[in-house]
């Protein structure tokens, strides 16, 4: 059973930035594909970042595309979310999910087999 926690979520005002971890235990975080996801209050919740086995492999949603960066530190079993240029629209709690799946199966969050808690990300204006 793999378990995932988040960090690093915090109050920041508009133009600030932020870097999320997600550790996990209990399997190895090179082993699945590693998602990043939002959800803002009265929304539905959405993927921000990917990250397959290769690090070459990546998504972003274009909201995102340009300001966030999602890593990943095999040596930690750690993977990151750096965000930059923060906006208002970026308030939500932004959890970590864990897929078994191959990389190109992973669509839906029905994909994703674990999932951490989250952590509160707001961002003020």
């Known amino acids: 059973q793999v378990q995932l926690v988040e960090s690093g979520g915090g109050l920041v005002q508009a133009g600030g930035s932020l870097r999320l971890s997600c550790a996990a235990s209990?399997?190895?975080?090179?082993?699945?594909?590693m998602g990043w996801f939002r959800q803002a209050p009265g929304k539905e919740r959405e993927i921000v970042a990917r990250?397959?086995?290769?690090?070459?492999?990546?998504y972003y949603a274009d909201s995102v595309k340009g300001r966030f960066t999602i890593s990943r530190d095999n040596a930690k079993n750690t993977v990151y979310l750096q965000m930059h240029t923060l906006k208002p629209e970026d308030t939500a709690v932004y959890s970590c999910?864990?897929?078994?799946?191959?990389?190109?199966?992973?669509?839906?969050?029905?994909?994703?087999?674990?999932w951490g808690q989250g952590t509160q990300v707001t961002v003020s204006s």
């Open positions: 999910a864990a897929s078994a799946k191959l990389y190109s199966r992973v669509r839906t969050t029905s994909d994703y087999n674990y």
């Open positions: 990250i397959g086995r290769s690090e070459f492999s990546t």
């Open positions: 209990g399997g190895t975080v090179s082993s699945y594909v």
